[in-house]
């Protein structure tokens, strides 16, 4: 007989959310997974606002990947309004879109270290290890973006300070120490989801799926649908209840994020489930971080990196900004007029995209490891009702 | 009653000294000697002051990373040019890990709120390790200056210095001096420094009076690091005299008094000032009636 | 490291529920925010375990995996409250019956901050278009105790903050206490209450605290510009103004 179960909130996740469950026998038929945060309305908060203050209220969509909604919405503003930006003003965001993927990954590591560990204090010692790392990659988020949580230095037509010699090298230097303490943090926590999966018997393949997967880099050439809970749910209160939209990919879900990105850019085959996503996650730390100090240490930091131009556009080019984020694609479309105000704003976040993967991975697991599946995805709520 | 006692018009200082730097004898080069003593000793390694841009004929808040800096560094008193606007830059983006800052009561006010409650500004604000106060008798604008000046009937006002001489406010430019009595001066002054009761910038670490008494400008010492500026210092120094400290004390008494006067016309229409939370007035009073039994020493954090 | 029993002072907190022992326990809520309030408070990066050490983080669902709300000694709010969200307003009974305090966190909650920009009507639940900060709440009117302003307020005020709540140094609190009363911020406030009052002096002070830049320094003016546009209503700039309230160890004045 198929039961019906829902679990509410997800504890060690960000936001409020919850899961619906069909189970049958302690098997998983059919799982969703929604948000329960009230729809923010930053989409309709920007219609008819300056194009100047999209990236200040895009920033305040999310507290935890803050700089890619603000890089995203003035990528978008900026293909709108033809403004070219500096190349020194890409480099430098795609220097602050890095450490940012690093402190979520990182903040991840916190969240699911709840999990991981049933004494307190043995988990109280690895957040003060991860804490270590998050400060170095916190200070370089600070001095780039000006700010970690909301970052003000990302504007429209580049970034509002160039990066001199002498603080670039000091970013170097931090960025080697924090090298060094992400290797030891990154074996710690892959060491430890080992324990974990041994000491649980957890199966290996623990939430797999068939879904493919999609970057950024495709996104372009692909169709992309967006579908209300009201056209999923038949029974109330679902429909009203879900807070999130639930994007498709080519008429079907997708995965995104950081299997995705390492399949797309390292050809890498995934054995599927989550165990591999959480390793994969703690590996790009690491793969972050030495992007970021590739860029530190070739690029010229110090030259102009803002075009002053006002956006305005003719309100009929639809402008969109494209960023990976730490959790996969997020999308920001938006149309300007001729008086630099915004006539039309979408956004497409990561954990939307994601929400279908998720479903996906519950069908056919026990019901004590959903809350666990949920988790691995990272989702953020907050994003997700934008 | 209410008296206007050293405590509060100078507030607590360890020892007192006059300092006249190498040079040309003007109090700006007395300050600046005392900023080169400071990195000098190790003391700081960057410093926020306010600096007089005569090109483009305004006060600017200026950073200076090195000793080498402070040649270029023009320092213009009782104008603010809003240094704390620089805090923000410097503390993110340098981070530089002894920081000195050489501005006028309200400026230290504003860091020392800011390393009390941090609002506005994240850990690297409690780097702060060299406060020098200095000295202000309140705030004037350019266009002040420049009415001062036409008051006097002088035709082409400039001016490159503003200091303290025998309890008068100097303005001098290259040729020539023109001195203002406290009253003169006090007309023009910003209507924020009118009720102000910290003349001499007692949350600091030292204060330095841009006063001039034969080259020489007055320093009250407050901390026992600043005191590390007087061993065998690169400028002469001398202990103050009785005289030197009243010449400032007098003065500042004379704008104090101004002040209060100035605070008690607001309490009667109802106008709040400055500096005093929630019950602003009630506060007030209790200075008024219990000054001398305050120990009313400031903390530097 | 800290006594939270200190003697002498009255607790706004009380240890009654708890056995033996006296770790102070903290909540963490969210309404309908961004979570940046939360991971500003891990943002303390070395400063946290020493807190730790003395309170206890009894719920967050970001942090503790717990899924029942227990009796809690403070309750930090972040974000606003949607009106008419059934959620939210269980949420709030339950907080009430559970915390000591509430702390109401970051710009939103106290004084609705962005969030008073929004107009619902986006899918999928359009109806969600209310927002109030929960400081405009009759129904928690004395159990909201403190208003953190800032839009994130920054770790090191947090950190200053939880010390002196457990501390309970009242000099430090009672301006946190005082904004409870204001349910709006913006740059206005600076423009309003300090320009306009003839006690501005030009330190920038405020331009430092402004979190979106909102606020610049006008050198011709020596007087900080507001840009209204760029506003998120997070009232930095009149907490940061030393112009504003002064408690800090001054003992001159009072």
């Known amino acids: ?386 | 009653m209410f008296g206007l006692y050293r405590q509060f018009t100078l507030g607590r200082y360890t020892k007192a000294f006059i300092i006249k730097a190498s040079g040309e004898a003007s109090s700006k080069n007395n300050l600046k000697a005392l900023i080169k003593e400071a990195f000098r000793k190790d003391l700081i390694d960057g410093i926020i002051g306010t600096s007089l841009n005569k090109k483009e004929g305004f006060v600017s808040p200026v950073f200076i990373k090195c000793e080498k800096e402070v040649e270029k560094f023009e320092p213009f008193f009782f104008i603010h040019g809003g240094q704390n606007s620089l805090l923000k830059k410097i503390t993110q983006k340098y981070s530089f890990e002894k920081l000195g800052v050489a501005g006028h009561s309200c400026v230290l006010d504003g860091i020392n709120k800011m390393q009390y409650f941090g609002i506005g500004s994240n850990f690297t604000v409690t780097k702060f390790t060299l406060k020098i106060g200095i000295a202000c008798i309140g705030a004037i604008s350019l266009e002040g200056i420049k009415c001062l000046l036409k008051e006097k009937k002088v035709k082409n006002p400039g001016f490159n210095e503003i200091f303290l001489e025998n309890n008068k406010i100097i303005l001098k430019n290259k040729y020539e001096k023109f001195d203002f009595s406290a009253k003169e001066y006090y007309y023009y002054l910003n209507e924020g420094c009118k009720v102000c009761m910290n003349l001499s910038s007692r949350g600091s670490d030292i204060t330095f009076v841009p006063s001039l008494r034969n080259g020489y400008s007055l320093v009250l010492v407050r901390s026992a690091k600043a005191l590390k500026l007087f061993e065998n210092p690169g400028f002469s120094v001398k202990k103050a005299e009785k005289s030197d400290i009243e010449e400032f004390e007098s003065l500042a008494k004379n704008f104090l008094k101004k002040n209060i006067e100035t605070i008690l016309e607001r309490a009667e229409f109802g106008i709040p000032s400055n500096k005093w939370d929630g019950n602003r007035f009630g506060r007030f009073t209790a200075l008024w009636n219990n000054i001398y039994a305050e120990n009313i020493e400031e903390e530097v954090f | 490291m800290f006594n939270p029993l200190k003697r002498g002072k009255i607790l706004i907190y009380s240890f009654d529920n708890f056995d033996k022992e006296i770790k102070v326990k903290l909540g963490f809520f969210h309404l309908s925010s961004c979570s940046g309030c939360q991971i500003a408070f891990l943002d303390m990066f070395e400063e946290l375990p020493d807190i730790l050490d003395t309170v206890e983080i009894a719920y967050s669902n970001m942090l503790t995996n717990r899924k029942e709300i227990p009796k809690l000694n403070v309750a930090f709010i972040e974000g606003t409250f949607s009106i008419g969200f059934k959620h939210h307003i269980k949420l709030i009974k339950e907080i009430k019956e559970k915390a000591d305090i509430i702390v109401a966190i970051g710009g939103c909650a106290a004084f609705g901050g962005i969030r008073r920009l929004n107009v619902g009507a986006q899918s999928p639940q359009p109806s969600h278009q209310a927002s109030i900060p929960i400081t405009e709440l009759d129904y928690l009117k004395g159990k909201i105790k403190y208003v953190i302003p800032g839009c994130p307020p920054n770790p090191y005020f947090l950190y200053k903050f939880l010390l002196a709540l457990l501390e309970l140094n009242e000099e430090f609190l009672r301006p946190f206490e005082h904004m409870v009363f204001s349910t709006f911020a913006s740059g206005y406030d600076i423009l309003m209450e300090v320009v306009n009052k003839g006690l501005c002096t030009g330190c920038g002070t405020c331009i430092c605290a402004c979190p979106t830049k909102a606020l610049e320094f006008s050198k011709r003016t020596q007087r900080p510009t507001f840009n209204k546009l760029l506003c998120v209503g997070c009232g930095s700039c009149l907490a940061g103004c030393p112009q504003s309230f002064k408690p800090y160890p001054q003992p001159v004045y009072g």
């Open chain 1, 1 to 386: 007989m198929i039961k019906r179960i829902e679990i509410e909130p997800i504890p060690l996740t960000e936001g409020h959310s919850k899961l619906i469950l069909k189970v049958d026998k302690n098997i998983i038929v059919e799982g969703f997974y929604y948000a329960l945060v009230p729809v923010r309305g930053f989409g309709t908060m920007l219609l008819d606002k300056e194009a100047t203050f999209a990236p200040i209220a895009a920033s305040r969509i999310c507290g935890m990947c803050q700089a890619v909604h603000s890089i995203a919405t003035a990528k978008a503003i900026e293909d709108a309004c033809n403004i070219e930006i500096p190349e020194t003003a890409q480099k430098l965001r795609e220097l602050i879109s890095l450490s940012v993927r690093a402190y979520n990954h990182l903040l991840h590591h916190i969240l699911i270290s709840g999990n991981m560990f049933k004494n307190p204090q043995k988990r109280h010692t690895f957040i003060k290890n991860v804490q270590k790392i998050r400060k170095t990659v916190s200070s370089i988020l600070e001095t780039v973006g000006g700010g970690i949580i909301h970052p003000s230095n990302i504007v429209i037509g580049g970034i509002s300070s160039p990066i001199e010699t002498p603080v670039k090298e000091r970013l170097i230097a931090l960025i080697e120490e924090a090298e060094k303490l992400a290797k030891e943090e990154i074996e710690i926590f892959i060491h430890h989801i080992e324990r974990l999966w041994k000491e649980q018997k957890l199966p290996e393949n623990l939430g797999e799926h068939k879904l493919p997967f999609i970057t950024s880099k495709e996104i372009s050439n692909v169709s992309i649908k967006e579908i209300y809970p009201q056209e999923i749910f038949n029974e109330l209160p679902l429909k009203r209840e879900a807070t999130n939209t639930i994007i498709l990919i080519n008429e079907n879900g997708a995965e995104t994020g950081v299997r995705a990105r390492k399949i797309r850019e390292e050809r890498y085959k995934p054995k599927g489930g989550i165990k591999e996503l959480h390793k994969l996650r703690a590996e790009e730390i690491l793969l972050s971080l030495k992007n970021i100090k590739r860029i530190l240490e070739t690029e010229k930091l110090d030259k102009e990196t803002r075009n002053k131009q006002f956006p305005t556009s003719d309100n009929e080019k639809e402008g969109v900004g494209i960023v990976e984020a730490p959790r996969g694609v997020n999308i920001h479309k938006v149309k300007v007029d001729k008086s630099g105000k915004i006539t039309y704003y979408e956004i497409i976040v990561p954990t939307a995209l994601n929400m279908i993967a998720i479903a996906e991975s519950l069908k056919g697991e026990k019901v004590e490891y959903a809350e666990m599946i949920v988790r691995a995805y990272d989702p953020c709520i907050a994003c997700s009702t934008h």
